[in-house]
């Protein structure tokens, strides 16, 4: 299985057989635990039911992260490759899932940080767009940066917008431009 960093295509996927494989990687050295003490002391009542029943909560929280991520899928491929050939070498990402504390995820399937604003479309019909822009931005607020936040569900909009933009390079912008995919990503799955 070839590796997919967070923000680029086939995200998700990978993200989530990668969880699930340390899950079962996991849950099979804690019924190995079990099998190994009930063999060695013919007992349930030893060290090594302990150190299993310990090894549940790592499993849980490797198990929570690959479930978290069912609901969310790739773009089609060929679509993607044509908003990555409007955007160029700017601070693009795909494939992000915004976390929020006690509410809905934010799937952001195209991000475009250019220094004209944040620029995000996602395919989530049941995504609220101005609730979305008003989390992004307050995060980029408290991250000290004022950037305009445009969020869609259409994504002939997003290509307008886009196709508007005068191209940026990753390798010579601005490090904010940088700076805000970074906390992007770290507020990602």
């Not at 923000?7 to 990687?25: D, I, T, W």
Request: glycine fraction near 8%.
């Amino acid at each position: 299985m070839r590796r997919v960093k967070k923000g680029h295509y086939g995200y998700f996927s990978y993200r989530r057989n990668v969880q699930f494989l340390k899950a079962a990687c996991v849950l099979l050295g804690i019924i190995g635990l079990l099998v190994i003490g009930w063999i060695t002391t013919k007992s349930r009542r030893n060290g090594m039911t302990i150190a299993a029943i310990v090894s549940v909560l790592p499993f849980a929280n490797v198990l929570v992260v690959g479930i978290a991520l069912l609901p969310f899928h790739s773009r089609p491929e060929a679509e993607e490759a044509a908003i990555r050939g409007m955007i160029g070498e700017g601070v693009y990402s795909t494939e992000l899932a915004l976390t929020r504390k006690n509410e809905r995820t934010i799937r952001l399937d195209y991000l475009y940080v250019h220094p004209k604003g944040v620029f995000c479309f996602t395919g989530d019909a049941a995504l609220d767009e101005s609730d979305a822009q008003q989390y992004i931005r307050k995060v980029l607020r408290e991250s000290g940066f004022s950037h305009k936040v445009q969020v869609t569900k259409n994504l002939q909009t997003f290509q307008r917008w886009v196709t508007k933009l005068e191209p940026v390079s990753r390798k010579d912008c601005e490090e904010d431009l940088l700076r805000i995919e970074g906390i992007l990503y770290a507020i990602s799955l």
